[in-house]
């Protein structure tokens, strides 16, 4: 335990030569930072009297996206869903929708008014994500913050202090203190003088201590930062009690919690106001009328100077000629449809596994958790359910809806449940952090996304290993990003390096887009 | 104050009364099997779900009222079995009656071939045991009570008789012919004498 940071730690710190991360030098890489860019504006050539239709394969954001820009510079658009709704997973649910889970389908019971809604699907757009909210603009869609982080929110864990709930600043302000002060300690052992200027290490204590709130003596004895136990405002403050460094190391919440607000999920996050398939239907205003509902794709042969794309509706079977093709149905539901894909492109959309993601919502009665001082925001509980998500939007009205749980890496836990039993697991998890919840929640709605009709799945998974891309792989994405015979192109966010983001599908659209414009010039 | 907020709560409910009223709920049925079966029922390989046309009505409707009645598809380490019975829960009769019709329209085309590492002659004499129920070409026998193996997907078959093997398919009492199933599968012995019939299979044609 009192090892000391070596010397030759801080050399390597300071060099960014330890870590594989290459240090960023004034005048170098940090001149040629590309973060100023715009999001890609679509310059597409005006489509000519020859190749100018164009069948779009499912009406995700990235067919429509694809319909939108080329309707723009006069292709003629078909698009072909199979659902009867447009958006895929982007799936906002509210009174009286149908939830088309395979095996559990049921209608959504929440109350018909504008704020209570239930994103199942995509919920959060990171304001980095420039191309999708360059679209928000153009189509006048009104945005709203997100939040994603709450420090008034709670954190539960069996584990920790017996499963009570602590609030998540508790927990992160005693844990930031003790890190502190472990790292003050160890760079105050007199190792700082080489590798440091005296000013280089004043500025770090500096940091320490401010990171972890310490005292003079570098030392955390709790802080105000948790809030205040009673008083603050007219009485002082009287300071909460520290929770013990060896009880807070009972969890292992903290990784989630100290990475939950970074990244992507990093503020400031975004949503559309009134639900995010407001975005769809931003799209659907311009194109919707090109949509033809409950038509399923049945076979996609690729023609020397075309696409005949076979499809089911009403009961019987049409043909769709175009010139070109974009098709973004899911990869593991296109190998089940008839082709004549070269092999190598389905050797690619065979080796994608799909992701299994799981979300519930409830309705509440009431507001509870503005009378705890919970404003939107996560609270995370170590229990299947994991999550349960604050509204950031219908403040201080009388009800709202509750994310109830969220699982994002393997659903297959509640997936596997029947709707009541996923029910009674998401009512007893909660109730550990609100003991009155089941009294407080109704109307519940359940999303197995592996089992949503024509979805069967959450996003694309290209990576097996966690280390990172191998190159066969790399391969493989490179070769469904290609179009075949330059008129058939495979699109969503399963045809790029970042799936799960709306931002990957709108991009693979537009990379798509300019390709076969390319080839048209050429 | 309260007067006014009351005022408009009211309001706010009686148009939401009217506005479900109006509103019209999304029609399902239970024609849903193509999502995960494929075009046509002709199989998809990457949800693990089996070719359908050409099934045997008979057979398929055992398998689905097994789903139903819990009899396939409850093992943990059944996977794709699991993944299905949900599916079949809440069929009603009428619903199986129309599947079996639905599926019974689709085009028997034989699955392609895909396992590889198989030696079909060894295959071949593995086979015996099955003929005896299954047939000679693997055509099925319905007065048995077997279903046709030529021009199912390799990948399901490989699945399923492990499953047998292992005790994941076929263990529920009620399900007698699963047991046989269980009894006949050890004649294969282990996992490569799943290839090896499979892979002989493979080259009868129906
Ligand atoms: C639980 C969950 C949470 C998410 N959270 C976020 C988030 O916070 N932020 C974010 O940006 N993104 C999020 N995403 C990801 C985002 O929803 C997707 O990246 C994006 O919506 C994918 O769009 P797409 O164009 O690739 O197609 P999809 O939305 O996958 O659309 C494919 C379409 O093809 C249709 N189809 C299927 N089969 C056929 C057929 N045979 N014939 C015709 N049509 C067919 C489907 O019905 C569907 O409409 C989340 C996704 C999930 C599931």
Not at chain 1, 273 to 293: A, L, N, P, S, W
Not at chain 2, 34 to 59: F, I, K, S
Not at chain 2, 192 to 200: C, D, E, K, L, M
Request: glycine share 10%.
């Amino acid at each position: 335990m009192s090892k000391q940071v070596t010397r030759r730690e801080f050399l390597n710190l300071l060099s960014a030569a330890g870590g594989t991360a290459a240090a960023l030098k004034a005048g170098s890489a940090l001149g040629l930072l590309p973060h100023t860019a715009q999001a890609a504006s679509m310059d597409l050539l005006a489509a000519g009297a020859a190749n100018r239709k164009v069948a779009i394969l499912g009406a995700g954001i990235s067919g429509l996206t694809v319909a939108y820009e080329l309707s723009k510079v006069g292709y003629e658009c078909t698009i072909l869903e199979s659902s009867h709704r447009p958006g895929g997973r982007i799936f906002t649910v509210r009174h009286g929708d149908l939830i088309d889970e395979i095996g559990n389908r049921h209608y959504c019971e929440f109350d018909d008014e504008p704020h209570m809604y239930f994103n199942a699907g995509a919920a959060r757009i990171p304001s980095t994500h420039r191309n999708l909210l360059a679209y928000c603009k153009e189509l006048n869609i009104d945005l709203e913050i997100f939040i994603n982080e709450n420090k008034t929110s709670y954190v539960q864990d069996p584990a920790l202090l017996g499963g009570k709930p602590i609030r998540n600043i508790d927990y992160t302000t005693h844990s930031r203190g003790f890190l502190a002060e472990l790292l003050a300690k160890s760079l105050n052992a007199g190792e700082m003088d080489q590798p440091f200027t005296d000013q280089e290490a004043e500025t770090l204590m500096g940091m320490v201590r401010s990171f972890g709130s310490l005292d003079e003596d570098d030392l955390y004895k709790g802080s105000f930062r948790a809030g205040y136990a009673a008083g603050g405002f007219l009485e002082h403050g009287v300071q909460k009690d520290i929770i013990a460094f060896r009880d807070l190391l009972q969890t292992q919440m903290g990784r989630q919690l100290l990475s939950a607000n970074e990244g992507d999920t990093g503020p400031i996050l975004l949503q559309a106001v009134g639900g995010m398939d407001k975005i769809t239907e931003g799209f659907t205003k311009h194109v919707g009328h090109q949509i033809r509902y409950r038509s399923m794709v049945n076979s996609v042969e690729v023609k020397e100077d075309g696409v005949d794309i076979s499809y089911d509706q009403d009961g019987s079977r049409h043909l769709l000629q175009a010139d070109f093709c974009f098709n973004c149905i899911p990869s593991h539901l296109m190998t089940g449809i008839s082709n004549n894909f070269p092999s190598q492109y389905v050797d690619a959309l065979k080796y994608i596994r799909r992701g299994n993601a799981y979300k519930a919502a409830f309705q509440a009665k009431e507001r509870f958790w503005e009378k705890d001082d919970i404003y939107g925001g996560i609270s995370w509980m170590n229990n299947p359910s994991n999550q349960i998500w604050y509204p950031s939007s219908g403040i201080h009205k009388e009800k709202g809806i509750l994310l109830a749980a969220y699982d994002f890496g393997d659903g297959s836990f509640h997936t596997a449940m029947t709707h009541e039993e996923r029910i009674e697991a998401h009512l007893s998890d909660g109730e550990k952090i609100h003991p009155n919840y089941r009294n407080q929640v109704e109307k519940p709605i359940t999303v197995a996304w592996h089992r949503m009709n024509h979805m069967l799945g959450c996003s694309a998974r290209w990576q097996r290993n966690p280390s990172g891309w191998t190159h066969e792989e790399e391969e493989l994405y490179r070769a469904l990003q290609q179009p075949v015979n330059g008129r058939h192109y495979m699109i969503g966010d399963q045809v790029s390096m970042h799936s799960a983001w709306q931002e990957s599908a709108v991009m693979s659209a537009q990379w798509a887009m300019t390709d076969m414009d390319r080839r048209l010039r050429a | 104050m309260l007067k006014s907020f009351l005022a408009f709560s009211l309001c706010i409910t009686c148009m939401g009364g009217v506005y479900a009223a109006e509103t019209e709920r999304e029609p399902f049925d239970d024609r849903y099997c193509t999502t995960c079966h494929g075009a046509d029922g002709r199989g998809n390989e990457g949800v693990q779900a089996p070719r359908l046309a050409g099934m045997e009505p008979w057979y398929l409707r055992r398998q689905l009222e097994n789903f139903r009645a819990d009899r396939r598809g409850v093992h943990p380490q059944d996977r794709e079995g699991i993944a299905m019975r949900p599916m079949a829960t809440k069929l009603s009769d009428e619903s199986i009656d129309d599947i079996i019709d639905w599926v019974g329209s689709w085009e028997y085309v034989p699955a392609e071939a895909t396992i590889e590492g198989g030696d079909p002659a060894r295959g071949r004499g593995l086979y015996g045991g099955c003929a005896v129920c299954h047939g000679d070409s693997a055509q099925g026998n319905e007065s048995l009570g077997a279903p046709a193996l030529a021009g199912q997907n390799d990948w399901y078959l490989v699945t399923q008789l492990k499953n047998f093997m292992a005790g994941y398919r076929g263990a529920h009492p009620d399900d007698t012919y699963g047991a046989q199933m269980r009894t006949m599968v050890n004649t294969l012995r282990n996992e490569a004498g799943i290839i090896n019939v499979v892979s002989y299979i493979n080259t009868l044609s129906r």
